[in-house]
């Protein structure tokens, strides 16, 4: 049943019996339920808003690394160094992870719909002020509020898709999220790569504001609020379809500033942090490094154009899809399977999976690293490497965001910022430090160092706290 004063979801059968004067799903007849409770749609609508916010997730990723291929034509154009030129990337990391700390809970007071809709239309303004800059700093301050606007979705996403989800099927949705939001950052320089060579890099901008108005429309078409409150249900149905993309407060609270700092309090919660921490290091090294260096690295060492170096992320792209299909349908069927044999499962038992995701990213990032480093010409052992690396990342991606998202299922659209937050920052800081390691280390002497900081970093802890979980979980 869905609070009035948060973003809350609890399970029914985690409640206790609640007083008869007040609605409970499930409780009443298929006549007197209220058609605008999310749980009360049908399964393809639950399944449109999912998209919807993986769409949007993916956009916040795709929008930042779609500007990789132009880092030279920005050099140029702006008489800045590529190192500068990669800032515009680095920057929008940083507030793509901050940024959700102020939605979040400006979404549980006004809800999520307008605030989607706000999103994309404000971002489609600032992607077309992007086209029309002329110097380095106001191109910086169009990325920095772009970045701010679109990014609602990268942190409660998690929330919505957990509350629109059977748990049965909820590894496999979240996967979905997840695999969409990773995505973005290989198949924007992909897809962008080819704008920059054979129409000019202000289409970058112009394409991103098209993007943003076929969301805009598709939001007013088919989305609609998730968040239910049954009081606002029946203001809702007095008021008519359109009122809805007007933001209006949906509970009795009010909005706080500390409501900004609420989810650090998860903090205090192992089960939570230990994962955002593991895949916070994970993702910067398995994902990021590839593809902020891939531009230098192959610019420098090949002499490719912006196409040719877009078409190397094909590798990356590759490595999350079928990563995703391994990770979130395996770990629902595992679930299944433990509980067969078990005849319970917990939270837990997800984390036997990860350890093949490790496994890959440590051999991919291995590969990658000393296959491009012994390279005089190019060949496709170094994008293979990418393409394992990413396999493994998208496999602990969706494994320890579910975990975690599960063990705290009350605070799931928290948990999905505490998460974004420490992702963010720590990929942020990357970029800074990335050059020097990998000229001073090589770019096999940099891969076995980030391999032993994930080993030590992310791999150690998960299975420290699987081995408390499941033996707390046992005992219960």
């Known amino acids: 049943m869905k609070g009035s004063s948060s973003e809350d979801s609890i399970h029914l059968e985690n409640m206790v019996p609640t007083p008869p004067t007040q609605y409970v799903r499930g409780d009443l007849t298929r006549a007197e339920k209220l058609p605008h409770d999310p749980q009360n749609w049908p399964q393809w609508k639950k399944n449109a808003q999912i998209f919807m916010v993986a769409f949007h997730s993916m956009m916040c990723t795709f929008m930042a690394a779609g500007i990789i291929p132009a880092y030279d034509t920005f050099a140029e154009q702006y008489n800045i160094t ?116 054979h129409i000019g890099v202000q289409w970058i901008f112009w394409i991103f504001a098209i993007i943003n108005f076929c969301q805009f429309a598709l939001y007013i078409a088919i989305g609609d609020e998730t968040i239910f409150d049954p009081s606002y249900d029946r203001q809702k149905l007095r008021s008519g379809t359109f009122s809805r993309m007007f933001p209006r407060r949906i509970t009795t609270r009010q909005f706080q500033l500390r409501d900004i700092l609420a989810p650090f309090s998860l903090a205090k919660h192992p089960r939570v942090l230990i994962p955002a921490c593991a895949h916070a290091i994970t993702f910067c090294y398995a994902n990021i490094a590839l593809i902020v260096e891939m531009p230098i690295v192959f610019g420098e060492k090949f002499h490719f154009d912006a196409q040719q170096i877009g078409l190397q992320f094909i590798a990356i792209v590759i490595g999350c899809v079928l990563g995703e299909q391994v990770s979130g349908p395996m770990s629902d069927w595992f679930l299944k399977y433990v509980r067969r044999r078990k005849g319970h499962s917990c939270p837990a038992d997800r984390l036997w999976l990860s350890y093949i995701a490790f496994a890959t990213v440590f051999a991919g990032l291995l590969s990658w690293g000393f296959q491009l480093q012994h390279a005089t010409t190019w060949n496709v052992t170094p994008c293979v490497g990418a393409a394992i690396a990413s396999f493994g990342n998208q496999m602990q991606t969706t494994i320890l965001t579910t975990f975690a998202v599960e063990s705290k299922s009350e605070r799931a659209a928290e948990v999905g910022v505490f998460i974004n937050v420490f992702r963010q920052i720590y990929g942020f800081l990357g970029p800074f430090y990335f050059p020097d390691m990998f000229s001073a280390l090589g770019l096999g002497g940099a891969a076995g160092v980030m391999v032993a900081i994930i080993a030590g970093c992310s791999l150690c802890p998960i299975i420290a706290i699987q081995f408390v979980a499941t033996r707390n979980d046992n005992r219960q």
């Open 82 to 197: 590529v190192v500068n030129a990669s800032y515009l990337t680095s920057f929008q990391i940083l507030f793509l992870g901050l940024s959700p700390l102020i939605w979040c809970p400006i979404t549980a007071v006004y809800g999520r719909y307008p605030v989607n809709l706000f999103s994309v239309f404000a971002s489609m303004l600032c992607n077309i002020g992007g086209a029309r800059c002329t110097t380095y700093g106001t191109q910086m301050a169009t990325r920095i509020l772009a970045a701010f606007f679109i990014s609602p979705p990268i942190g409660n996403g998690s929330g919505m898709i957990s509350e629109l989800s059977e748990p049965e099927h909820r590894a496999q949705k979240l996967g979905i999220w997840c695999l969409l939001t990773t995505s973005g950052t290989p198949m924007g320089p992909l897809v962008l790569g080819f704008v920059v060579k």
